[in-house]
Nanobody, 123 residues
Framework: QVQLVESGGGSVQAGGSLRLSCAAS????????MAWIRQAPGKEREFVAG????????EYADSVKGRFTISRDNARNTVYLQMNSLEPEDTAVYHC????????????????WGQGTQVTVSS
């Protein structure tokens, strides 16, 4: 199994930036994908960004393209989400997730989940 712990959330004004971190432990990530998936109150969970651990290949939701960047640090088994030009609509709990195999934009496909970190963007 994989254990995931997120950090880095907080409150910022619109236009600001945050960097989220997700520390992974347990099984090897060599054959896994990692993702950030967010959930706002009253809304469905939404895939934000994903990365193939081995190659670094990334995918993004259209709503965050050009503003968010997902990356990983292999030595630290850590995945990051750099969030720039934040908007109030980005307010949500951001979860780190992991699964075997490739990236899947459906939140239900992800096997392991962290507890989440709150991101609040004020206008």
């Amino acid at each position: 199994q994989v254990q995931l712990v997120e950090s880095g959330g907080g409150s910022v004004q619109a236009g600001g930036s945050l960097r989220l971190s997700c520390a992974a432990s347990g099984d090897t990530l060599d054959y896994n994908s990692m993702a950030w998936i967010r959930q706002a109150p009253g809304k469905e969970r939404e895939f934000v960004a994903g990365i193939l651990w081995s190659s670094g290949w990334t995918e993004y939701a259209d709503s965050v393209k050009g503003r968010f960047t997902i990356s990983r640090d292999n030595a630290r088994n850590t995945v990051y989400l750099q969030m720039n030009s934040l908007e109030p609509e980005d307010t949500a709990v951001y979860h780190c997730a992991s699964k075997m195999g490739g990236i899947n934009i459906k939140p239900v496909a992800w096997q392991y989940w962290g507890q989440g970190t709150q991101v609040t963007v004020s206008s």
